[in-house]
């Protein structure tokens, strides 16, 4: 595969082990604020982080999450 394919390669939402925050907000329909919130809880049991800065959602236990929940 060359670079380029790399770059226009595009993998589905549903189909992501981890989303960015901006992904999972678009999947939820849940704000990037309240997502930030929720993931910076030292209880998150969803978060993955990636080095100091970077945080990503594990899709998943994410799902799991928005099941078990009535309001956020």
């Known amino acids: ?7 226009t390669t595009s993998c589905p939402l549903w189909a992501k082990l981890n ?3 901006k ?4 999947y ?3 704000g990037e604020n309240r997502l930030r919130e929720l993931v910076d809880s030292p209880n998150c049991t969803f978060v993955l982080s990636v ?3 970077k945080k990503l959602i ?3 236990p ?3 999450y928005i ?5 956020i």
């Open 1 to 7: 595969m060359s670079k380029e394919d790399y770059t």
């Open 28 to 30: 939820s329909n849940i």
């Open 58 to 60: 594990k899709r998943r």
């Open 67 to 71: 099941e078990s929940k009535d309001w």
């Open 51 to 53: 080095g100091n800065k």
């Open 23 to 26: 992904e999972a907000a678009e």
């Open 19 to 21: 989303l960015t925050i």
């Open 62 to 64: 994410f799902e799991q």
